[in-house]
Antibody, heavy 124, light 112 residues
Framework: QVQLVQSGAEVKKPGASVRVSCKAS????????VVWVRQAPGQGLEWVGW????????DYAQDFQGRVTMTMDTSTTTVYMEVRSLRSDDTAVYYC?????????????????WGQGTLVTVSS | QPALTQPASVSGSPGQSITISCTGT?????????LSWYQQHPGKAPKLIIY???KRPSGLSNRFSGSKSGTTASLTISGLQAEDEADYYC????????????FGGGTKLTVL
């Protein structure tokens, strides 16, 4: 079955960087994509960005441009998200989710399987 | 400020039907039928319940349905059950230029 398993919780100081991993299994990793969505405590969902696990193409929300980098390792079917220059308002649960494609090979525009989430706490 | 507008809360009694609205603009909901809904229970990851406005993932109860008119999409849950109590988020593809996907602020559904 499709599974996305994320790395464990992190505590970082302001100005530091964090890298969260998302290991995919149970489907064809190289023909889909992975999005990252975050949720601050008590708040709603916010789209961070997307990486194509087909060719490594990325697309980041404007608010994260220059501070976020998404990469992948096809040998381990793992996607990574690095956030730099962390601020206290980056404290959130970060989720990865699969963006698959339809039977004709066109990309889907929804996220059908989600990781369990990774809490990143930024505090001095 | 979320790009899509949802009511903060709705409530209903078991067996009743409720509808949650999601209002966007011509940059997202009004132009694209690429609107999805997610259910999130406390402390859990979101779960896809509706995609492409009105399609249900395989195996999902037909008590959940979606629709759209103009710049407003709607999620209807019929035959409310206690386990439906959760937060619900809409999400749309967007051409705003600032974010390819935009979410609503979420709606807390309380089953009385």
């Amino acid at each position: 079955q499709v599974q996305l398993v994320q790395s464990g919780a992190e505590v970082k100081k302001p100005g530091a960087s964090v890298r969260v991993s998302c290991k995919a299994s149970g489907y064809s990793f190289s023909t889909s994509g992975v999005v990252w969505v975050r949720q601050a405590p008590g708040q709603g969902l916010e789209w961070v960005g997307w990486i194509s696990t087909y060719n490594g193409e990325t697309d980041y929300a404007q608010d994260f441009q220059g501070r976020v980098t998404m990469t992948m390792d096809t040998s381990t079917t793992t996607v990574y998200m690095e956030v730099r220059s962390l601020r206290s308002d980056d404290t959130a649960v970060y989720y990865c989710a699969r963006r698959d494609h339809d039977s004709s090979g066109f990309p889907d525009y929804f996220f059908d399987h989600w990781g369990q989430g990774t809490l990143v706490t930024v505090s001095s | 400020q979320p790009a899509l507008t949802q009511p903060a809360s709705v409530s209903g009694s078991p067996g009743q039907s409720i509808t949650i609205s999601c209002t966007g603009t011509s940059n997202d909901v009004g132009t694209f039928n690429l609107l999805s809904w997610y259910q999130q229970h406390p402390g859990k990851a979101p779960k896809l319940i509706i995609y492409d406005v009105n399609k249900r993932p395989s195996g999902l109860s037909n008590r959940f349905s979606g629709s759209k008119s103009g710049t407003t999409a709607s999620l209807t849950i019929s035959g409310l059950q206690a386990e439906d109590e959760a937060d619900y988020y809409c999400c749309s593809y967007s051409r705003s230029g600032t974010s390819t996907w935009v979410f609503g602020g979420g709606t807390k559904l309380t089953v009385l």
